[in-house]
Nanobody, 115 residues
Framework: VQLQASGGGLVQAGGSLRLSCAASGTILSEWRMGWYRQAPGKQRELVATITRSGDTAYADSVKGRFTISRDNAENTVSLEMNSLKPEDTAVYYC??????????WGPGTLVTVSS
């Protein structure tokens, strides 16, 4: 399984970005997917998750601003980020979790929000 995240970049506070995680070697709909982030000097933290059945969960800090979704036809998982704040600046990582095959991480994509 290989994951590839894309869509990061530089945006002004209040702006929006859409991150995408594409997979090869597997069908993402069979995995519980998540987005995590790690800011400089901080631990990696959970941002959002989506189960195989489509149930979602969010960190309190992003509720109402971020939306995680699946596109099974495209074999991708996305994170729509709106009303971005400088504190959202971090490297964002896509994670795939399977009961049998374990956890897989993709390389991160940098999101920088300027004030």
């Amino acid at each position: 399984v290989q994951l590839q995240a894309s869509g990061g970049g530089l945006v002004q506070a209040g702006g929006s970005l859409r991150l995408s995680c594409a997979a090869s070697g597997t069908i993402l709909s069979e995995w519980r997917m998540g987005w995590y982030r790690q800011a400089p000097g901080k631990q990696r933290e959970l941002v959002a998750t989506i189960t195989r059945s489509g149930d979602t969960a969010y960190a309190d800090s992003v509720k109402g601003r971020f939306t995680i979704s699946r596109d099974n036809a495209e074999n991708t998982v996305s994170l729509e980020m709106n009303s971005l704040k400088p504190e959202d600046t971090a490297v964002y990582y896509c994670n795939a979790n399977h009961l049998i095959f374990g956890s897989t991480w993709g390389p991160g994509t940098l999101v920088t929000v300027s004030s």
